[in-house]
């Protein structure tokens, strides 16, 4: 069984092909250096660009794999949380050629996706305790089958990465921030001092909930760059930043790992029966957090399931994946399922989809 994936929540247009829980081709089309002209994603030229790029893309996708349309036997698409306009370019591609070829359609939560793409890689292992760290999103879920889950919190305010980004934007770093911070950090941790470790607050972590606020640390870490200026100096290479500014990224990394650990800690302690944890999104590339992370895992006697960097990113084979996993247990939706925004709340995932009987 051959599933289509298609990926156009934010700033990747992305096509896959998933064949028996394999993935057989991919192709993607990244606006990362169009939006950072701007500092941030632009909606409406990622939907312009998403238009663009589909269709040829899904010719050098069939192209790629050496099958034709006819071989396809569902389509998924990524029908949010996301921007609207450019889930919605996705959206309408892929009904339209399900409806062209009287073929099913899945509207995949994003998600959802991220967090199910090791399977690609790996035995995924159910109840697993789900960490989603992305541009967009901070949560912490309890996965308990591929079709059902449970969230225990989220960020209340900035997603980690976001954080990351805006306070390297501060720094006058790239966008996106988080690969250049993380390497900035990682020659910046020889030379972290216990002063150092406390430079900034672990947020939210004084309350019972499972939720984060990254807010607070990204106004003190602007506040501290405001106080020292001689952070902003320019530098050509990561071994040629200064020390200081090496220290500082470090410190807040540490804090932002620190945050995430101790909240996925306080969730395994409530939730005794999950059996590993899966970590997903662009943030899961971060060397501290997997490191974490990993100690997390290994104290809970827990498998810790990070997919490898190409899957952690956004991307279309975690859509296909996802899709090929939902058909195999028979969910489709009708064409009339809708994309969501970011924030927007949908009553289920599966809400218009058809159920086998
Ligand atoms: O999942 P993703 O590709 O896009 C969505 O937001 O859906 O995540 C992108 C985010 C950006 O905020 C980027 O700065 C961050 O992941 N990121 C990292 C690292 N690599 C990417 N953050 C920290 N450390 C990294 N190594
Ligand atoms: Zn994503």
Not at 20 to 47: C, D, I, K, M, W
Not at 134 to 150: A, C, P, R
Not at 302 to 320: F, G, I, K, R, Y
């Amino acid at each position: 069984m051959i599933c289509l994936g298609i990926e156009s929540s934010c700033d990747e247009t992305a096509l896959a092909l998933v064949q028996n829980g394999r993935l057989l081709a991919s192709v993607l089309a990244t606006q990362v250096e169009l939006h950072a002209l701007f500092g941030g994603v632009v909606p409406e030229l990622a939907s312009r660009e998403h238009y663009r790029f589909m269709g040829p893309l899904f010719d050098s996708l069939l192209q790629k794999a050496g099958i034709s349309v006819q071989n396809i036997d569902a389509y998924a698409v990524s029908r949010g949380p996301g921007l609207l306009g450019a889930l919605l370019v996705g959206v309408c591609f892929a009904k339209g050629l399900a409806f062209a070829s009287d073929k099913p359609v899945l509207g995949i939560n994003h998600l959802h996706a991220h967090l199910l793409a090791v399977g690609l890689e790996k035995q995924l292992v159910f109840p697993a305790l789900g960490v989603l760290v992305s541009g967009g999103h901070t949560h912490l879920y309890k996965i308990h089958s591929v079709d059902d889950f449970e969230v225990l919190g989220r960020t209340l305010d900035d997603a980690a990465g976001e954080a990351f980004d805006k306070v390297g934007k501060v720094l006058g770093l790239a966008y996106p921030a988080g690969r250049e911070f993380d390497l900035l950090s990682q020659r910046g941790r020889d030379f972290l001092t216990k002063g150092d470790k406390k430079l900034f607050p672990r947020p939210y972590l004084d309350n019972d909930t499972l939720d984060f606020s990254f807010s607070g640390l990204k106004t003190a870490a602007s506040q501290y760059i405001a106080k020292n200026p001689e952070l902003l100096q320019p530098f050509d290479s990561i071994e040629e930043a200064s020390e200081p500014l090496c220290r500082m990224c470090a410190a807040f990394t540490e804090a932002v790992v620190d945050t995430l650990c101790s909240k996925s800690a306080k969730a395994l302690h409530r939730h005794s029966d999950i059996q590993s944890i899966i970590m997903a999104g662009g943030v899961a590339a971060n060397s501290h957090l997997r490191v974490g992370m990993q100690a997390l895992a290994q104290k809970h006697s827990l498998e810790l399931l990070v997919p490898s960097p190409q899957l952690c990113t956004d991307n279309a084979a975690m859509v296909a994946y996802a899709g090929w996993l939902y058909a195999q247990k028979g969910l489709f939706h009708t064409l009339d399922f809708e994309a969501f925004a970011r924030g927007q709340v949908v009553a289920e995932n599966w809400q218009g989809c058809v159920k086998p009987t």
